[in-house]
């Protein structure tokens, strides 16, 4: 996390902000935090006399700073990801296409070693500017075209966040070792009929299909209740096991 040095969060508010430059005072809407502050951790006060908790970054901070480019995977789908395929400090990953990096940073953050393709150049861009401000060893990035093929060997997870993944399969199942999982990320249910469709004539089997929905509750005094929206529809998720 190289970019982000410190988070400060107003203590009354909640309101967070990310330091990049520890060197010079932090202005805040509640008054300036002095650099000589900014370098300890626990609370401080700003000029106006506020509350700030000031602590170090972890993943989670800089995963909420990340450089937006295309849609990004969200955590209520990040988290049954890693936990249906068990993602480890063994796992040698594959993920395509790359986009913003939420998934592949997400991954990259606890398996041994993950390749991410990504195809626009724009995107890839992108990518590799949040790539870099993580600061992370163990991601391998593509200008590639996966549809064109998988170089890696004995992959453990292939995650697919990309308009047509049928087009992998053929590919995936020679990168993939037998019993790994692959998991694809796919909007609309005609494209989930495609492609479980085409998965039937391979060697990659399909486990389940789900789709996660995500309401939060306020909880304030009195009222307990859920919010009125949420964070609804954004993909199907396709969990398979290569046999
Ligand atoms: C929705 S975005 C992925 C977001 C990403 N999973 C994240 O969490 O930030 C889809 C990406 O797939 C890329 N893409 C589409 N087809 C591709 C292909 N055949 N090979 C590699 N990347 C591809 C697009 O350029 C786009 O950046």
Redesign the pocket.
């Known amino acids: 996390m190289r970019n982000i040095k410190k988070i400060l969060i107003e203590q009354k508010t909640g309101k967070k902000y990310f330091v990049k430059d520890l060197d010079d005072n932090f202005h805040t809407s509640a008054g300036i935090i002095s650099k000589k502050d900014l370098v300890k951790n626990g609370i401080v006060q700003s000029s106006k006399k506020k509350s700030f908790f000031c602590f170090e970054p972890t993943f989670i901070d800089f995963w909420e700073n ?1 450089r ?6 969200q955590q209520k789908d ?1 988290g049954l990801i890693l936990a249906k395929t068990g993602v480890n400090k063994n796992s040698v990953v594959v ?10 940073l ?1 991954l990259a953050n606890i398996c041994k070693k993950i390749t991410v ?4 150049k724009g ?2 861009d992108i ?1 590799e500017k949040n790539v870099k401000e993580f600061g992370a060893k163990n991601i391998t990035l593509k200008h ?5 093929g998988i170089d890696e060997k004995n992959v453990d997870i292939l ?1 697919l ?4 993944p049928w ?2 399969l053929d590919h995936a199942e020679k990168a993939l070792k037998v019993g790994s999982f692959m998991v694809v ?1 796919l909007p609309n249910l005609t494209q989930v009929k495609m492609f479980l469709d085409t998965a039937q004539r391979t060697s990659i089997t399909v486990l389940e299909t789900i789709e996660i929905l995500e309401r939060q509750w306020k909880i304030e005094d009195r009222i307990m209740r859920p919010e009125h929206e949420m964070l609804g529809h954004t993909a199907f998720l396709v969990f398979c096991r290569k046999f």
């Open positions: 990340l937006k480019g295309p849609q990004i995977v990040i993920d395509a296409g790359g986009g913003s990096g939420s998934l592949c997400s393709y990504e195809v626009n995107h890839f990518l590639q075209n996966i549809y064109n995650t966040d990309l308009p047509e087009q992998v990320y």
